[in-house]
């Protein structure tokens, strides 16, 4: 089963943007992702709802973040881009009538989600200005290697 990284991607694009000197288009955002332009307008237009980030049109436009990155939590951006589902484990079946399958619901339903509910409550512990520093902690060590941060895509 394929794992649901929206998450993941738009954490690595507003990584991307609160590092960069200059408004990101959505190709060059696409690029670091290897998707499409248009699934991440998509996703940065809820975060723009939020107020997370901007977007400006024209020559030198593109996506910007206009959020302190020390106010806004992985809960926050994890919210914004919908609560995607945080295990692909589930129940066979929903509403059993099988009386075993029923206990095997309870013991694993409960298990879940006191597991999901601990796993988004340690991501308002985390704001991006922590990913930042985190970067930038991994950037120093590694002299800037693996930081694909492109220098044109307008």
């Not at 690595?12 to 992702?33: K, N, Q």
């Not at 988004?120 to 941060?149: E, P």
């Amino acid at each position: 089963m394929r794992r649901d990284s929206k998450l993941s991607s738009i954490l690595h694009v507003l990584l991307h943007m609160a590092h960069g000197d200059r408004p990101f288009t959505s190709e060059a955002l696409a690029g670091f992702l290897g998707t499409n332009p248009v699934l991440v307008r998509r996703v940065l237009a809820g975060l723009r709802e939020r107020g997370y980030v901007g977007s400006d049109k024209g020559h030198g436009g593109g996506w910007s973040i206009t959020c302190d990155l020390r106010k806004v939590t992985l809960q926050d951006v994890y919210e914004a881009v919908g609560s995607p589902t945080v295990f692909a484990m589930g129940n066979r079946v929903e509403q059993p009538q099988c009386l075993v399958e029923r206990a095997v619901n309870d013991a694993l339903g409960s298990a879940f989600d006191e597991a999901e509910a601990l796993l988004i409550s340690r991501f308002k512990d985390v704001t991006l200005a922590d990913l930042s520093a985190r970067f930038n902690q991994h950037h120093h060590v590694s002299k800037g290697a693996h930081y694909d941060h492109p220098t044109s895509g307008d």
